[in-house]
C-alpha cells in the first residue's frame, strides 16, 4: 500500500504547556500528525514549507532508506533546506516494522516542536514475535520532549555567541507527552483530566480538535493557572481494562533531556528497541535517551482505580517538574475510585549505576537474532572533548567540530563537485593521541571546524569506538546518545575510563548484541559499535542532543562514493548551492525511482 500526506509545515501559536507561544506546527497542530503504515508500505510526504524566514526538512528517523538517501531529511548532507513557499515530497519504504518518529533536521528545529509520531506495523513477511502478546491492543504511543519557553533561534544565538556572552540553553521548563505538559504544575491539569477520565460524566471541554468548548467552566475547575484556554496541555490519559495485557510505545525526541518513565504499581516487560527485538525482560521503569525508542508490554494486573504515569529527568542536575499522564482502568466501578496518593518517584538523576544497568540489560531477542559478522574491516575512534574555539564554545570528535557546507554532501558527490563544495583534502582524524586523559579537562582546548568526511567503501564492516571525556570544567563528563542515520548498528559493548583494545576488545559481545539506532555513551566512558557500510549514501552520525549538534557534535559517513554518481538522485532534492549552479552531469528528472527494499 501506499500512505499518502499532505503537509504544510508553519508558524503557529501554541501552549503545549499552558503557555502560549510560538512553534513549528504541521497543518495547524503540533506534535504532527501521527503516521501509521505497514513494513513493506510506500510512504509519501509532500512537505509544503509555509514558513516565511526559514528552510525546513524532516527526517525519519530510525527508516534506512535504503535506495532513497535522498529522502533521509538532512539539511546539508542528503539535500537542501526546502525553501520557504517550496514544495518536496518525501517517498521511501517503511522498511521493518517498530517504533519510529519523524523531526526537523535543519539549525534546532526540532526543538520548536516539529516532530511527529511514526509507526510502523508488522506484516506476514516481517512478524513481530511478540504480535499475539498483547490482548488489549495498542495503547497510544508516548512520543516525549523538552520544552523551553525561549525559542530555539535565542537558544542559537546564545550558543553561538562569544566568551561570557555564551549562554547555555539550560534546563526545559516543561517535560512533554505527546506534545502536552503542565509548566511548573504538577497537579493541577493534570489531577482535572484525572476526574474526567474516571468520571464521564464531567464533561470535556475540549472539542474533538482540542480546541476549548466551554473557557469559564474550565477556568473554575483549573486548580494551576489559566488552563482551559490551553487546553492543549491537557494531560494524556491512556485507558485499560483489568487483566488485559497492551503495548505501550514510547520514543524519545527531547532535546537535551534523559528521561525515565514509571507506571504506578505497574511492571513493563521491554519487547523492542529502535524498531528492533529484544530479548524481553521485565523492569519497573524505563530510561529513555534522546533519539531512543521502545515497546514494552504492560498487564493492567492491578485494582481497577486509576494510576500515574511519571516521567523524570535523569542524568543532568533536573530543575524541571515530572511530566504526568494517567493510566485510566475503564472498568473501575466509581465506588472503587480512591485518588491515588503522589505520582511515583523516578529515579535519583545522578544514579549513573541504575542508568548503565538498564541499558546492559538490553540484549538481542534470541529467537529472531542475527548475530553481527565476526570481525571489521575498520576501526574508526571518536574522542568527544567540549573545546573552545576563539571564545566560541564547541564539541569536537578528535578536535574537529563539524560543519556542514551549503552544497548538501549527497549532490556534490552526485555530480562530481564535492572538491569545490567541501574540504577534501583528507579524512577528520580516526584515533586521538595516546597520551590524551579522558578523565581530566583537554590540556589544549582549542579546536578546528571543518566539513570533512569519512569514506567508506560499499559492504565494508565498520567499528566505531565512541570516546567520552572529561568537559573543560574538571570533574565532569554529560552523556551523550548518539545516533546514526541509514542503518543500525550492533551495540557489542560499554565500558569505563579509556577504551583500550588490548584489555577490552576480547570481551566485546558478538552473540547477542541488541541491534540499535541510538547508543549512549556514559561520562567518562566508552561505548563501541559496529556497522556494514551497505547503504550507498551520505549519512550523519550525531550526538542527538540538539544543541550539541548545534555545536559541531558529530561526523559524516560517505558510502560507497562511485555508487553514489550512479543514484537516481531527484533534481529538486539536491539543486542548490553548487550543484544547482555548477552540475557537470544533467540533472535527473524530477520523477523520484520507486524505492527498492531493504537488501
Ligand atoms: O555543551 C554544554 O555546555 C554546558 C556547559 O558545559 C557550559 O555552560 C553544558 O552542560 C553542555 O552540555
Same mark, same amino acid.
Given at each position: 500500500a501506499t500512505i499518502s500526506e499532505t503537509w504544510d509545515v508553519e508558524y503557529i501559536m501554541w501552549a503545549p504547556d499552558c503557555q502560549q507561544r510560538v512553534m513549528i506546527g504541521i497543518n495547524g497542530r503540533f506534535p504532527g500528525p501521527n503516521i501509521t503504515a505497514r513494513a513493506g508500505d510506500v510512504i509519501n510526504v509532500t512537505v509544503n514549507n509555509k514558513m516565511h524566514t526559514e528552510g525546513v526538512v524532516i527526517h525519519w528517523h530510525g527508516i534506512r532508506q535504503f535506495g532513497t538517501p535522498?529522502? =533521509?531529511? /538532512?539539511?546539508s548532507i542528503s539535500q537542501c533546506a526546502i525553501n520557504p513557499g517550496e514544495t518536496f515530497v518525501y517517498s521511501f519504504v517503511a522498511d521493518k516494522p517498530g517504533t519510529y518518529f519523524y523531526h526537523g533536521h535543519f539549525g534546532m528545529q526540532r526543538a520548536a516542536g516539529l516532530y511527529g509520531s511514526l509507526i510502523i506495523e508488522d506484516s506476514p513477511e516481517h512478524p513481530e514475535p511478540f504480535r499475539h502478546q498483547y490482548d488489549g491492543g495498542e495503547l497510544p504511543m508516548l512520543l516525549l520532549s523538552d520544552w523551553w519557553h525561549q525559542n530555539v533561534y535565542a537558544q542559537a544565538a546564545g550558543l553561538d555567541s562569544k566568551d561570557r556572552h555564551f549562554q547555555w540553553i539550560g534546563e526545559p521548563q516543561t517535560i512533554l507527552i505527546n506534545g502536552r505538559g503542565q509548566f511548573e504544575c504538577t497537579l493541577g491539569p493534570a489531577r482535572w483530566n484525572f476526574e474526567k477520565a474516571i468520571d464521564k460524566?464531567?464533561? /470535556?471541554? @475540549? =472539542?474533538n480538535q482540542g480546541s476549548c468548548k466551554d473557557e469559564e467552566r474550565c477556568l473554575r475547575r483549573s486548580e494551576c493557572g489559566p488552563y482551559c484556554p490551553k487546553s492543549q496541555c491537557a494531560a494524556v490519559v491512556l485507558d485499560v481494562r483489568r487483566g488485559k495485557t497492551y503495548r505501550l510505545r514510547i520514543a524519545s525526541t527531547t532535546s537535551l533531556s534523559a528521561l525515565n518513565v514509571k507506571i504506578q504499581g505497574h511492571k513493563m516487560t521491554v519487547v523492542e528497541a529502535d524498531g528492533n527485538h529484544v530479548e524481553p525482560f521485565v523492569v519497573d521503569d524505563i530510561d529513555i535517551y534522546s533519539g531512543e525508542s521502545y515497546s514494552v508490554l504492560l498487564k493492567a494486573d492491578q485494582r481497577a482505580t486509576a494510576y500515574w504515569i511519571s516521567v523524570g529527568v535523569r542524568g543532568r542536575h533536573p530543575k524541571t517538574l515530572p511530566a504526568l499522564a494517567i493510566l485510566n482502568y475503564t472498568d473501575a466501578p466509581p465506588s472503587s475510585f480512591r485518588w491515588p496518593t503522589e505520582p511515583p518517584v523516578t529515579p535519583a538523576w545522578d544514579d549513573i549505576k541504575r542508568s548503565k544497568n538498564f541499558t546492559y540489560r538490553i540484549k538481542a531477542r534470541s529467537d529472531t537474532n542475527e548475530p553481527?559478522?565476526?570481525?571489521?574491516d575498520r576501526q574508526i575512534v571518536l574522542l568527544n572533548t567540549q573545546n573552545l574555539m576563539n571564545g566560541h564554545y564547541k564539541w569536537s570528535i578528535n578536535n574537529v567540530s563539524l560543519s556542514l557546507p551549503t552544497t548538501p554532501y549527497l549532490g556534490a558527490f552526485r555530480h562530481g563537485l564535492q572538491h569545490s563544495a567541501f574540504d577534501t583534502s583528507g579524512e577528520p582524524p580516526a584515533t586521538f593521541p595516546e597520551d590524551y586523559n579522558v578523565m581530566m579537562p583537554p590540556v589544549n582546548n582549542a579546536t578546528t571546524v571543518s566539513s570533512r568526511v569519512f569514506m567508506l567503501k560499499h559492504g565494508i564492516v565498520v567499528d566505531v569506538v565512541l570516546q567520552n571525556a572529561n568537559m573543560l570544567k574538571e570533574q565532569v563528563s554529560e552523556t551523550h546518545p548518539w545516533h546514526l542515520h541509514g542503518h543500525d548498528f550492533w551495540v557489542l559493548g560499554y565500558g569505563d575510563g579509556r577504551y583500550d583494545p588490548l584489555k577490552h576488545a576480547a570481551a566485546?559481545? /558478538? @552473540?547477542d548484541p541488541p541491534l540499535r539506532n541510538t547508543a549512549v555513551v556514559f561520562p567518562h566512558g566508552w561505548t563501541v559499535l559496529r556497522f556494514i557500510a551497505n547503504n550507498t549514501g551520505a549519512w550523519a552520525f550525531h550526538c542527538h542532543i540538539e544543541p550539541h549538534l548545534h555545536m559541531g557534535m558529530g561526523v559524516i559517513f560517505i558510502e560507497g562514493e562511485d555508487k553514489i554518481r550512479e543514484l537516481d538522485v531527484p533534481k529538486e532534492a539536491v539543486a542548490c548551492g553548487l550543484v544547482a549552479r555548477t552540475a557537470a552531469v544533467p540533472l535527473t528528472p524530477a520523477t523520484p525511482k520507486a524505492p527498492s527494499p531493504a537488501p
Open positions: 535522498w529522502a =533521509d531529511g /538532512t539539511a460524566n464531567i464533561q /470535556t471541554c @475540549v =472539542d553481527p559478522p565476526p570481525a571489521a566485546l559481545n /558478538t @552473540v
